[in-house]
């Protein structure tokens, strides 16, 4: 998940009903994809699964409404909070690095716990050049 400081500022530019993707890659070399997947049965939960499934790791994980995971194969970040959905799609490595430790460290800076955001920064520490 992009930081609600970065997204407010990229959705204050554009028009979102407008704009079905939010192009960043000027910026940080990722583009976003924002939805909406809203359950009362237990299968924002189930979403999660899948995309592990898939071969995605976890990122952090603060609640089943709020989580996020990597795919280091494919670049990506898909992140879920209470229904809102980040699709962050990283156009090398580098930028998937740069876009998981934001992650990472907005984790530590609202104050959850290392249990939260340990396994995703020990994750991103591994796809560091040597």
């Not at 970065?6 to 993707?21: A, F």
């Not at 939010?22 to 990722?30: A, F, L």
């Not at 795919?71 to 740069?98: R, V, W």
């Amino acid at each position: 998940m992009v930081s609600p400081r970065i997204c407010m500022h990229i959705l204050s530019l554009q028009d979102e009903r407008r704009y079905g993707e939010i192009n960043m890659s000027k910026t940080i070399g990722c583009s976003l994809k924002r939805g909406f997947f809203l359950s009362t049965d237990g299968q924002d939960f189930s979403l999660l699964s899948k995309l592990r499934r898939q071969g995605y790791k976890e990122l952090y994980y603060t609640a089943p409404y709020n989580w996020a995971v990597i795919d280091p194969k494919t670049k990506k970040i898909f992140s879920y909070t209470e229904g809102d959905t980040a699709e962050i799609t990283c156009s090398n490595k580098a930028a998937l690095i740069k876009e998981a430790d934001k992650h990472i460290r907005f984790m530590k800076e609202m104050g959850h716990p290392p249990s939260a955001w340990k396994e995703g920064e020990d994750l991103v520490k591994k796809l560091r050049p040597r």
